[in-house]
């Protein structure tokens, strides 16, 4: 296969770049990427791979739900969810409604509707959908929810508000919602379902828009849903979907559209992280973008992240944009405090052999914040390497006592199902819902010793059966020479972009001699960061301050060759992920 036809190869007649391209090739084998046909598509800048929407459960019903609500013009209100998720598919659905009702004629009216995270939680409920409702609703389709409100979906029945689900969370056989559903993790009457079930509930959404614009048969609109796949691609990094199958099309698209500024809301908010736009990458968006749009729902009003995206007025997006960010930094203080108190928790829950007591751990701190409570849980998982439930209180204390109930949020470690494990004590929740990496729940604040107990013995059953349940694989995909180290092979690595889970940054292990590490120095205000030299190769261990290095033998460095560049000079460094002996 000519690499050079996919853009690999920089300079053909340099043998050191095609040791680098011979370095690409072999990680793609790696990594099961076969063939010609799937490595032109993988590594393509114009992907083709997206699967036919019909194909998803449901969307048959659901865009016959659609067209008969716009022609009959109806008011729909679109429910969506307080993350980054949730919001980017509100918008994009009613941003493409919007369209649809004109071509249709029917004078639908598309509104939205953001649940408060600390005032009503996830999902549908009953007030919101009865505040609908009383507003002059006469549908509502949800985004990114509804696969276990089965209760809430009947109730909008009752009151007169016709319902359709578009969800991706792992839905409950024992609680389905009797109404239209589409979710990519479902499965049709004889057993089929969707080729790719890990996409987002925005990309969900998006799929709907597709097929409802495939039974318009007005290709005008297909401009309109190709403009929205920004929109997808912040959602799908944000929600953490796996970067492989049709989600590397919706990223790669998308961060094309955000490099050139297509969407003023969040080109705005590019310059207030401080992202370059044109140079905008699936990490300025997990690290930058993303967290700025979660900080409302965790801190303000996530339905004003919607309306960022809605709005034409650049004065009110600069205005929402700043908002933003002030929501984060004060997300940051609060998350900060918050994980320092869950710390001293698990620390004091030791036992003196440095075992917890539990391996499932649910941390109940006193400055709990339900807003900050999910990305806590998840910094501890990475800290313990264990699975971890904060907890929160909710709902009103009788006379200052004791709270009701409790909110939890949670984040697996390893292979860990948590939502298998959650479901099996689902007597024990007034609310659960999530998928296999992350969940939350609402219990009893009287039920949660038993809670504790019963994730702790089932945890310790699961273990005993598959020892390696918890642990992160993470594992060198291939062995290099120090030698092959090299501009030439950073560059050729970055055709593997975009990275996130599902397609993390390439891990080469390399071997030096211990006597050849040199200029060990700390970095950082705490000095938790290293920089040292390995057989002449600069190297940076972000984290690796407590690193102990062999004073003999062969030391192994497993991590990415990248390119820093600074005052307008590119060097090769090694970003280290574990040092060893060997």
Known sequence: MAWVEYGIARHT?????????????????????????????????RPKLAHDPQLLPGMEAGVDFLIAALMAGKRICVYGDYDVDGVCGTALLVLFLRHAANVYGGGSAISFYIPSRIEEGYGLNKAALRAIKDEGGDAVVTVDCGSVSAEEAAYAREIGLDILITDHHAPDPANLPDCACINPKLRTADGGGYPFEKIC????????????????????????????????????????MPLIDENRTFVKYGLSLLRKGSRPALKALASVAGIKAGSLTSRDVAFGLAPRINALGRIGDASLGVEFFLAE???????IALLMDACNIERRQIQDACFDECMSLFE???????????????????????????????????ETGLPCAVLAASGDRAGGGPPAFLKGSVRSAGRLDVIALLRRHAGIFERLGGHAAAAGFL??????????????????????????????????ELEIEAADISPALADAALALAPFGNGNQKPLLLFRVRADAIAGIRFMGAERRHLRFKAAGIPCVFFGGAKTVFPGTGLVGIVGCPEINEWNGSRNIQFAVRHVFAV
């Not at 949660?448 to 945890?459: G, H, P, T, Y």
């Open 443 to 476: 219990i009893k604040a009287e039920n949660e010793a038993a809670l504790r107990e019963a994730l702790s013995r089932d945890l310790a059953e699961l273990l005993d059966s598959e020892p390696n349940l918890l642990a992160e694989e993470e594992g060198a």
């Open 313 to 319: 007025d650049e004065e009110r997006i600069c205005q």
């Open 348 to 382: 004091a829950d030791q036992k003196p052999a440095g075992n917890p007591q539990s391996l499932f751990l649910l941390l109940k701190p006193k400055n709990a914040h339900e807003g900050v409570s999910g990305i806590v849980a998840g910094k501890v998982r990475e």
């Open 13 to 45: 007649g340099n043998l050191l770049n095609l040791q680098a391209d011979e370095i690409v090739k072999k990680i793609l084998t790696v990594r099961g990427i076969l063939g010609d046909e799937a490595v032109r598509e993988f590594l393509s800048d």
């Open 201 to 240: 509930g925005a990309a969900v959404a998006f799929k709907l828009c597709g097929a409802l614009q495939g039974r318009m048969g007005d290709r005008g609109k297909r401009a309109v849903l190709h403009g929205l796949v920004d929109l997808v691609c912040v959602a799908t990094i944000s929600d953490v």
